[in-house]
C-alpha cells in the first residue's frame, strides 16, 4: 500500500522545528482561551485581603466558597437553576424532537407551513417577546414561579432544536421505518421504536446543550422572576451591582457556576460532536 | 353511494398534527400571545406608573425612530457588533476546526480546553472579564504597567469598552462554531483528500477548492445562526458595560429593556422592540433565501 504523506506544514523547516513550533502555538492558543477561566479559579481561591494583588500573594483559602455557600440565597439559586435547567432539558426534548421529525419526514403544505413559523420565530429578538410576556406570565398568576419560567424556556428552544433536529432526522435513512411500518407497526411505532434510537446520539447532543443553555440564561430569569425563584445567573448578576467590590466571592460563584455546566460538557462532549452534523 | 363517514383527518395528518401539537400550543401561549400583546401595548400610552392604556396610534414608533440615541448610537453598535462578532467567531472557529480535525498528541486535551467558553454562562465571563480589565487591580494593567505602558480605563471608554464586548463575544461563539465546523469536516468525504494528498497538493489549496467549499452549507448554516443571536446580544454587555460609559455601548436588547424596565415604559419599550423584531425579521428572510441559494449552488 502506497504511504499517503501529508503536504508538509511550514515546507522548508527541519521537522524537529515545525514540530516544537507546532506545540508552541497550540499551548499558546490554549492559554489564550482558558486563561480568564484560570484568572477566575485563582482569585476565587484568594483571601479577601489578597485579592486585588493577585500577582503577587502567595495565600490560598477555601474561605470564599465556605462563605458563599453559608449565603442561603446563593445555595438556593443553585439548586433552582439546575432543578429549571433539568426540567427544561426533559420537556424540550419531548417536544422538539417529534417536532423536527416532522419536519423532516413530511414535505405537505403542513411541513412547510411549521417550518417558515419556527424560521420566523427563531429570528425574533428575544427582548421583543420577553418584555410583553412579562405580563401574560403575571396575569396568569405564574411570575415569580417555577412554571413561569420553565414553560418559557421550553418555548424558547422549539424552534432552534426542532430545527436541528430536523438535520439529524435528515440524515437518517427512513427505509427502516417503512420496514417497520410494512411489518405491521404503527407510524407511533416506527417512530418511538425506530426513528428515535437511531437518533439517540444526536438526542444526546441536543440534551447537552438544551441544559447548558438553560443554566446559562440570564434575560428570561431576570426579567420572569423576582425574589422567590432566584436562579444563579441573575444573582450573580446582582452581585456585580450590589456587592461589586467582594471580588473574591464573586469570583467564587462564578466558579460553582461553572462546575457543573462544565461536567456535563466534559463528558457530553463526545455526543455534541458526533451529533451536531447538520 | 352509501356516505360512510370519514373523519375529518386521515391516519397521517392527524400523526402529523400530533407530532407538532404540543410545540404549536407551547409557541401560541409564550410567543404569539406575548407578541400580540406586545404590539397591542405599543399603541398605548402604558406606562408602568400610570397605566392608562390609552390608544396612541404610532407616537412611540415616531419617537423611537427619531431617537438621535437610537439612530446614531444603537443601530450602528448593533449592526457593527453583529458583522464583527459573527466574522471573528467564524475566522477563530474554522482555524481551530482545522487544527482539531487533524491527529496529533494530546489532540483530546486541546480541543476540551476549546470547548471550555461554551460552558461559561454569558454573565460569568462578562463577570470575568470585568475583573480582568478592572482599571484599578485588574490583570491587565498590572501586565500594562509591568511592561511599562501605561494602565487604561478600559470599560469606561467608548470603543475600548466595545472592542472588550466584541472579544468577549468571540471568545464565548468561538467553541460554537468550532464544534459545527468540526462535526461538518468529520462527516467529509474521505477520498477526494486522499487523491489531494497523493497530488502532493499544498495544504493551502486543499483548503481553497476542497474543504471550503464542500463546507459552505454548514457554514452558511452557522453564520445565519449566530448573525441572528448576535443581534439581540443582551447579557454580555449587561454585565460588562452596563451600556456605558454614557449610552455609547448600548446595543439594541438594552434600549429596549431601558425604556421598559428603567424608565417603566412599556408601551415606547414594546414599540422599540418591534421596530428591532423587524429589522432583524427582515434580515432573517433575506439570510435565509441566500442560505437556500448557496446550499443549493
Known sequence: MPMVT??????GLPNWSRKTFFALALAAICFAFAFPVLWLILTSLRPESGVYYVHRGTEFTLGNFKEVLGQERIVEAFINSAVISTLATVFSLLVTVSSGYMLSRFTGPAARMWFGTIYVFRCVPYISWVLPLYFVVQSWGIYDTYVGLLLPHI?????????????????????????AMIDGCSRWGAFIRVAIPSALPA???????????????????????????????????????????????????????????????????KYVIRGLRI | ??????????????????LIAPAALLMLLFQVVPIVIGANASF??????????????????????????????????????????????????????????????????????????????????????????????????????????????WLVQRWS??????????????????????????????????????????????FRYLTLPMLRPVIVVCVVIRAIDA?????????????????????FSLYAYVLAFLNLDLGRGSAAAIVGGLIILVLGVVMYRLVDRIAKA
Open chain 2, 44 to 153: 398605548r400610552d402604558w406606562a408602568l406608573y400610570n397605566p392608562k392604556k390609552t390608544w396612541i396610534g404610532f407616537d412611540h414608533y415616531a419617537a423611537v425612530i427619531s431617537d438621535p440615541a437610537f439612530l446614531y448610537v444603537v443601530l450602528p453598535n448593533t449592526f457593527l457588533f453583529m458583522v464583527l462578532s459573527v466574522a471573528g467567531a467564524l475566522v477563530t472557529g474554522l482555524a481551530l476546526a482545522l487544527l482539531l480535525n487533524r491527529p496529533f498528541r494530546g489532540q483530546k486535551l486541546v480541543q476540551t480546553i476549546l470547548l471550555v467558553p461554551l460552558m461559561v454562562a454569558p454573565v460569568v465571563a462578562a463577570i470575568m472579564i470585568r475583573w480582568i480589565f478592572n482599571d484599578q487591580f485588574g490583570i491587565a494593567n498590572v501586565v500594562l504597567e509591568a511592561i511599562g505602558l501605561e494602565g487604561q480605563p
Open chain 1, 6 to 11: 501529508r503536504p508538509a506544514f511550514l515546507p
Open chain 1, 203 to 269: 438526542i444526546s447532543a441536543l440534551a447537552v446543550l438544551c441544559w447548558l443553555f438553560t443554566w446559562n440564561e440570564f434575560l428570561f430569569a431576570l426579567i420572569l422572576t423576582g425574589n422567590r425563584v432566584p436562579v444563579i445567573t441573575v444573582v450573580m448578576a446582582q452581585f456585580v451591582t450590589e456587592m461589586g467590590l467582594h471580588w473574591n466571592l464573586m469570583a467564587a460563584t462564578a466558579v460553582m457556576a461553572l462546575l457543573p455546566a462544565f461536567l456535563i460538557a466534559l463528558f457530553g462532549q
Open chain 2, 161 to 206: 469598552a466595545f472592542g472588550i464586548i466584541l472579544l468577549t463575544d468571540i471568545w464565548l461563539w468561538t467553541p460554537w462554531f468550532t464544534l459545527l465546523l468540526l462535526a461538518g469536516l468529520q462527516s467529509l468525504p474521505k477520498e477526494p483528500f486522499e487523491a489531494a494528498a497523493i497530488d502532493g497538493t499544498t495544504t493551502w489549496r486543499v
Open chain 1, 155 to 179: 418555548a424558547v428552544h422549539i424552534c432552534f432544536f426542532s430545527w436541528l433536529m430536523k438535520g439529524f432526522f435528515d440524515g437518517i435513512d427512513p427505509s427502516m421505518e417503512y420496514a
Open chain 2, 231 to 251: 443581534f439581540r446580544t443582551f447579557d454580555i454587555v449587561w454585565t460588562l458595560t452596563g451600556g456605558g460609559p454614557g449610552r455609547s455601548t448600548e446595543l
Open chain 2, 1 to 18: 353511494m352509501s356516505a360512510s363517514r370519514r373523519p375529518m383527518f386521515g391516519e397521517q395528518q392527524r400523526f402529523v398534527l400530533l
